[in-house]
Protein backbone atom coordinates (compact mmCIF):
# COMPACT_ATOMS: atom_id res chain seq x y z
CA UNK A 1 0.00 0.00 0.00
CA UNK A 2 1.22 3.22 -1.25
CA UNK A 3 1.54 6.22 1.70
CA UNK A 4 -1.37 8.53 0.42
CA UNK A 5 -3.40 5.57 -1.20
CA UNK A 6 -6.96 5.47 0.66
CA UNK A 7 -7.57 3.24 3.54
CA UNK A 8 -9.90 -0.09 2.18
CA UNK A 9 -8.43 -2.28 5.61
CA UNK A 10 -12.05 -2.59 8.03
CA UNK A 11 -9.17 -2.86 10.58
CA UNK A 12 -7.61 0.26 9.73
CA UNK A 13 -10.84 1.87 8.89
CA UNK A 14 -12.16 1.49 12.43
CA UNK A 15 -9.54 2.52 13.99
CA UNK A 16 -9.17 5.67 11.78
CA UNK A 17 -12.74 6.36 12.69
CA UNK A 18 -11.94 6.20 16.94
CA UNK A 19 -9.58 8.76 16.48
CA UNK A 20 -11.23 10.93 15.33
CA UNK A 21 -14.11 10.20 18.03
CA UNK A 22 -11.44 10.75 20.66
CA UNK A 23 -9.69 13.52 18.97
CA UNK A 24 -13.44 15.21 18.82
CA UNK A 25 -14.11 14.03 22.34
CA UNK A 26 -10.43 15.34 23.78
CA UNK A 27 -11.04 18.52 21.96
CA UNK A 28 -14.50 19.23 23.55
CA UNK A 29 -12.85 18.54 27.14
CA UNK A 30 -9.96 21.12 26.43
CA UNK A 31 -12.48 23.82 25.27
CA UNK A 32 -13.54 24.29 29.05
CA UNK A 33 -9.64 24.60 29.98
CA UNK A 34 -9.08 26.62 26.74
CA UNK A 35 -10.83 30.09 28.85
CA UNK A 36 -6.92 30.07 30.89
CA UNK A 37 -4.79 29.59 27.89
CA UNK A 38 -6.58 31.57 25.10
CA UNK A 39 -6.83 29.25 22.51
CA UNK A 40 -10.50 28.65 22.60
CA UNK A 41 -10.65 29.10 18.80
CA UNK A 42 -8.24 26.73 17.45
CA UNK A 43 -9.44 24.15 19.90
CA UNK A 44 -12.77 24.84 18.77
CA UNK A 45 -11.88 25.01 15.19
CA UNK A 46 -10.28 21.16 15.99
CA UNK A 47 -13.43 20.27 17.81
CA UNK A 48 -15.60 20.95 14.51
CA UNK A 49 -13.53 19.22 12.36
CA UNK A 50 -12.69 16.30 13.77
CA UNK A 51 -16.55 15.95 15.05
CA UNK A 52 -17.23 16.13 11.34
CA UNK A 53 -14.92 13.36 10.16
CA UNK A 54 -16.26 10.96 12.52
CA UNK A 55 -19.68 11.11 11.45
CA UNK A 56 -18.65 11.11 7.52
CA UNK A 57 -16.81 8.08 8.90
CA UNK A 58 -19.85 6.21 10.55
CA UNK A 59 -22.37 7.34 8.20
CA UNK A 60 -20.27 7.20 5.02
CA UNK A 61 -17.04 5.37 5.37
CA UNK A 62 -19.01 2.26 6.17
CA UNK A 63 -21.11 1.65 3.96
CA UNK A 64 -18.80 2.80 1.11
CA UNK A 65 -16.02 0.77 1.85
CA UNK A 66 -16.20 -1.65 4.76
CA UNK A 67 -19.90 -3.41 4.39
CA UNK A 68 -20.16 -2.48 0.48
CA UNK A 69 -24.40 -1.75 1.09
CA UNK A 70 -26.61 0.71 3.28
CA UNK A 71 -27.24 -1.43 6.04
CA UNK A 72 -23.57 -0.77 7.31
CA UNK A 73 -23.95 2.45 8.31
CA UNK A 74 -23.80 2.97 12.42
CA UNK A 75 -27.77 3.81 11.79
CA UNK A 76 -28.92 1.41 10.68
CA UNK A 77 -26.77 -1.32 12.21
CA UNK A 78 -27.92 0.60 15.72
CA UNK A 79 -31.53 0.18 14.32
CA UNK A 80 -30.90 -3.72 12.98
CA UNK A 81 -30.14 -4.54 16.56
CA UNK A 82 -32.58 -2.88 18.33
CA UNK A 83 -35.09 -4.84 16.10
CA UNK A 84 -33.22 -8.10 16.47
CA UNK A 85 -33.21 -7.77 20.16
CA UNK A 86 -36.83 -6.56 20.59
CA UNK A 87 -38.07 -9.59 18.14
CA UNK A 88 -36.27 -11.94 20.55
CA UNK A 89 -37.59 -10.33 23.45
CA UNK A 90 -40.82 -11.04 22.21
CA UNK A 91 -40.27 -14.62 20.93
CA UNK A 92 -38.65 -15.87 23.98
CA UNK A 93 -41.46 -15.04 26.29
CA UNK A 94 -43.78 -18.29 26.61
CA UNK A 95 -47.49 -17.09 26.39
CA UNK A 96 -50.50 -19.22 27.70
CA UNK A 97 -52.57 -21.60 24.79
CA UNK A 98 -55.57 -23.13 25.62
CA UNK A 99 -55.12 -27.29 25.31
CA UNK A 100 -54.73 -28.70 22.42
CA UNK A 101 -54.37 -31.56 20.18
CA UNK A 102 -51.81 -32.86 17.74
CA UNK A 103 -54.40 -35.62 16.13
CA UNK A 104 -57.45 -32.96 15.23
CA UNK A 105 -58.17 -32.06 11.95
CA UNK A 106 -55.86 -34.05 10.02
CA UNK A 107 -56.59 -34.17 6.01
CA UNK A 108 -56.79 -37.78 4.77
CA UNK A 109 -55.05 -36.30 1.51
CA UNK A 110 -52.50 -33.48 0.48
CA UNK A 111 -50.84 -32.02 -2.24
CA UNK A 112 -47.82 -31.27 -0.07
CA UNK A 113 -46.75 -31.78 3.68
CA UNK A 114 -48.45 -29.75 6.09
CA UNK A 115 -46.27 -28.17 8.18
CA UNK A 116 -47.18 -26.26 11.05
CA UNK A 117 -45.04 -24.35 13.68
CA UNK A 118 -46.25 -25.15 17.47
CA UNK A 119 -43.62 -22.96 19.38
CA UNK A 120 -40.92 -21.10 18.68
CA UNK A 121 -38.06 -19.39 20.36
CA UNK A 122 -34.63 -17.87 19.38
CA UNK A 123 -33.07 -21.89 20.83
CA UNK A 124 -35.84 -24.38 19.67
CA UNK A 125 -38.54 -24.62 17.32
CA UNK A 126 -41.19 -27.27 17.52
CA UNK A 127 -43.59 -28.54 14.22
CA UNK A 128 -46.16 -30.76 14.00
CA UNK A 129 -45.89 -32.61 9.70
CA UNK A 130 -48.53 -34.20 8.37
CA UNK A 131 -47.35 -36.51 5.73
CA UNK A 132 -49.82 -38.24 3.35
CA UNK A 133 -48.04 -40.86 1.28
CA UNK A 134 -44.99 -37.92 0.65
CA UNK A 135 -41.50 -38.73 -0.02
CA UNK A 136 -38.47 -36.10 -0.88
CA UNK A 137 -37.89 -35.96 -4.56
CA UNK A 138 -34.98 -38.20 -5.88
CA UNK A 139 -31.74 -37.63 -5.02
CA UNK A 140 -33.02 -34.78 -2.41
CA UNK A 141 -30.85 -34.41 0.69
CA UNK A 142 -31.88 -32.52 3.64
CA UNK A 143 -28.84 -30.84 5.24
CA UNK A 144 -30.11 -28.68 8.11
CA UNK A 145 -27.76 -26.07 10.72
CA UNK A 146 -30.01 -27.07 13.39
CA UNK A 147 -30.50 -30.81 15.41
CA UNK A 148 -33.59 -32.10 14.92
CA UNK A 149 -35.20 -34.38 17.02
CA UNK A 150 -38.68 -36.11 15.77
CA UNK A 151 -40.93 -38.84 16.75
CA UNK A 152 -43.68 -40.61 14.12
CA UNK A 153 -46.74 -39.96 16.80
CA UNK A 154 -48.67 -42.06 14.13
CA UNK A 155 -48.51 -43.90 10.58
CA UNK A 156 -45.29 -45.33 8.99
CA UNK A 157 -41.95 -43.67 7.19
CA UNK A 158 -38.95 -44.62 6.44
CA UNK A 159 -36.17 -42.28 6.66
CA UNK A 160 -32.69 -43.14 4.97
CA UNK A 161 -29.45 -41.73 6.11
CA UNK A 162 -26.44 -41.26 4.15
CA UNK A 163 -25.19 -45.01 5.42
CA UNK A 164 -28.30 -46.85 6.47
CA UNK A 165 -32.15 -46.65 6.66
CA UNK A 166 -35.11 -46.21 9.36
CA UNK A 167 -38.48 -47.35 9.38
CA UNK A 168 -40.34 -45.70 12.15
CA UNK A 169 -43.64 -46.35 13.02
CA UNK A 170 -45.71 -45.20 15.74
CA UNK A 171 -43.56 -43.90 18.60
CA UNK A 172 -40.46 -44.36 17.08
CA UNK A 173 -38.13 -41.37 16.94
CA UNK A 174 -34.20 -40.36 16.52
CA UNK A 175 -32.34 -37.60 16.99
CA UNK A 176 -30.57 -36.23 13.46
CA UNK A 177 -27.55 -33.86 14.43
CA UNK A 178 -27.54 -31.17 12.45
CA UNK A 179 -25.61 -31.40 8.56
CA UNK A 180 -26.41 -35.19 8.97
CA UNK A 181 -27.90 -35.29 5.19
CA UNK A 182 -31.41 -37.69 5.49
CA UNK A 183 -34.33 -37.95 3.60
CA UNK A 184 -38.11 -38.91 3.71
CA UNK A 185 -38.12 -42.67 1.36
CA UNK A 186 -41.73 -43.56 2.11
CA UNK A 187 -44.47 -42.18 4.18
CA UNK A 188 -48.34 -44.12 4.48
CA UNK A 189 -51.13 -43.79 2.92
CA UNK A 190 -53.83 -45.36 4.09
CA UNK A 191 -53.34 -42.95 6.78
CA UNK A 192 -51.82 -39.56 7.77
CA UNK A 193 -48.35 -40.14 8.99
CA UNK A 194 -47.74 -37.23 11.97
CA UNK A 195 -44.72 -36.28 12.91
CA UNK A 196 -43.45 -34.34 16.04
CA UNK A 197 -40.06 -32.41 15.06
CA UNK A 198 -38.39 -30.26 17.43
CA UNK A 199 -35.13 -28.10 15.97
CA UNK A 200 -32.22 -26.85 18.29
CA UNK A 201 -28.82 -25.38 17.74
Known sequence: MKLF????????????????GILAATTALALFAAEYIGQKTFL?????????????????????YVGGNKNSSIFAMT????RKNHLAQQSSRATFSLPQ???????????????????NTPSVRIER???????????????????????????NAVLTLENETRRLSSGDYLL???????????TSTDEPTVWLAVFFQ
Open 79 to 82: VKLF
Open 129 to 155: IVSTGHASPPDFWYDQTENEWVVVLRG
Open 44 to 64: LAICLWSSCRFYYFFFYVLEH
Open 176 to 186: IPAHQKHRVDF
Open 101 to 119: NLFTELPKSLLEEWIETLA
Open 5 to 20: DDVKSPTLLYIKGGLF
